[in-house]
């Protein structure tokens, strides 16, 4: 099965971000695992090194329990297996049935900049532009797009541009039901009691907030878009870089050392950290494994029934 990671939530005084899990599968019924980062939680001190503990973890108000075998998934199996697959596969498809309208321009003219900007980079496919000479030309400008789609997709990059025509393309697979999103049981129970007890919850992703609101609007619970304050995307800036974090922090108005970040790439974690953000790394089977030194420094969780309101602790 098909897996992403998803939301927690943060108290509007002091909010703290995080991320927990939800399901996607495909039509095709290849299975695999993939997360997207988000979320809030209210935390009242950073979380220390060393919590990778057998039962419990705890950080100070908030206190997780390591659950084996709770669901999170693995990132490489949904995009390798269903939608890089589905992507590449319909992107000529796409384009030729959208090549008028406006949106789809404005995607192929954000690709156009990008392959400007990686001109000097091995294997870079450049995407002419359209002169209006006629159908050879046009398939010649569609089949440039697609190649450039598919050199970056084979680099595993993630710029802006690739990820937005990447959502409006799952946009139109979601609503022909050609792919659901099919959240993990702890998610929503979790994330509507934090919000009955007046936490908010936010989304920061490498995949477009477009194609966010899709996995949400067009789960197998429903539309749930209703649980979230927020979304962010690779705009406010990579998960890698700390000022990512920073600017999150500004934009919804906390400060960053009370926003606890959940994610299962030691990287990511990094970032987050040097922004001065707490940080809890997830572990869901088929996750990417983490390195010895890295299971002893985070504090590891595996499922959003982990982390409890402060009261509970």
Same mark, same amino acid.
């Given at each position: 099965?098909?897996?992403?990671?998803?939301?927690?939530?943060?108290?509007?005084?002091?909010?703290?971000?995080?991320?927990?899990?939800?399901?996607?599968?495909?039509?095709?019924?290849?299975?695999?695992?993939?997360?997207?980062?988000?979320?809030?939680?209210?935390?009242?001190?950073?979380?220390?090194?060393?919590?990778?503990?057998?039962?419990?973890?705890?950080?100070?108000?908030?206190?997780?329990?390591?659950?084996?075998? #709770?669901? &999170?998934?693995?990132?490489?199996? /949904? =995009? @390798?297996?269903?939608?890089?697959?589905? $992507?590449?596969?319909? *992107?000529?498809?796409?384009?030729?049935?959208?090549?008028?309208?406006?949106?789809?321009?404005?995607?192929?003219?954000?690709?156009?900049?990008?392959?400007?900007?990686?001109?000097?980079?091995?294997?870079?496919?450049?995407?002419?532009?359209?002169?209006?000479?006629?159908?050879?030309?046009?398939?010649?400008?569609?089949?440039?797009?697609?190649?450039?789609?598919?050199?970056?997709?084979?680099?595993?990059?993630?710029?802006?541009?690739?990820?937005?025509?990447?959502?409006?393309?799952?946009?139109?697979?979601?609503?022909?039901?050609?792919?659901?999103?099919?959240?993990?049981?702890?998610?929503?129970?979790?994330?509507?009691?934090?919000?009955?007890?007046?936490?908010?919850?936010?989304?920061?992703?490498?995949?477009?907030?477009?194609?966010?609101?899709?996995?949400?609007?067009? #789960?197998? &619970?429903?539309?749930?878009?209703? /649980? =979230? @304050?927020?979304?962010?995307?690779?705009? $406010?800036?990579?998960? *890698?870089?700390?000022?990512?974090?920073?600017?999150?922090?500004?934009?919804?108005?906390?400060?960053?050392?009370?926003?606890?970040?959940?994610?299962?790439?030691?990287?990511?974690?990094?970032?987050?950290?040097?922004?001065?953000?707490?940080?809890?790394?997830?572990?869901?089977?088929?996750?990417?494994?983490?390195?010895?030194?890295?299971?002893?420094?985070?504090?590891?969780?595996?499922?959003?029934?982990?982390?409890?309101?402060?009261?509970?602790?």
């Amino acid at each position: 099965m098909l897996r992403r990671k998803y939301a927690l939530s943060c108290r509007s005084a002091a909010p703290l971000v995080g991320w927990g899990a939800g399901l996607y599968r495909g039509d095709s019924g290849r299975s695999g695992i993939f997360s997207m980062d988000i979320g809030q939680l209210e935390c009242s001190q950073r979380p220390h090194p060393g919590k990778a503990l057998e039962h419990r973890c705890s950080f100070d108000g908030w206190s997780c329990g390591t659950a084996p075998g #709770s669901a &999170e998934s693995l990132k490489c199996h /949904l =995009f @390798d297996e269903t939608l890089f697959p589905y $992507i590449k596969d319909n *992107v000529k498809e796409y384009l030729r049935a959208h090549w008028e309208e406006e949106e789809c321009q404005r995607d192929v003219g954000l690709l156009r900049k990008q392959a400007q900007e990686d001109s000097s980079l091995d294997g870079a496919v450049p995407i002419p532009l359209e002169s209006g000479s006629g159908e050879e030309e046009l398939e010649r400008v569609i089949q440039a797009v697609v190649d450039n789609v598919h050199w970056q997709m084979s680099l595993d990059r993630k710029t802006t541009a690739l990820k937005q025509l990447q959502g409006h393309m799952w946009r139109a697979a979601y609503a022909t039901g050609h792919v659901k999103g099919e959240i993990f049981e702890d998610v929503v129970p979790a994330i509507r009691k934090w919000r009955e007890a007046g936490m908010k919850v936010y989304i920061y992703s490498s995949g477009s907030v477009e194609a966010q609101k899709l996995l949400f609007g067009y #789960s197998t &619970e429903g539309d749930i878009l209703e /649980l =979230f @304050d927020g979304h962010f995307d690779t705009k $406010i800036g990579p998960k *890698v870089e700390s000022e990512s974090y920073r600017r999150i922090a500004a934009s919804i108005g906390c400060a960053t050392n009370n926003i606890l970040f959940l994610t299962d790439v030691p990287r990511e974690a990094n970032a987050a950290e040097e922004a001065d953000t707490h940080v809890a790394v997830v572990i869901r089977p088929g996750n990417a494994g983490l390195t010895d030194d890295e299971k002893s420094y985070y504090s590891l969780i595996s499922s959003f029934n982990e982390l409890f309101l402060p009261s509970s602790t």
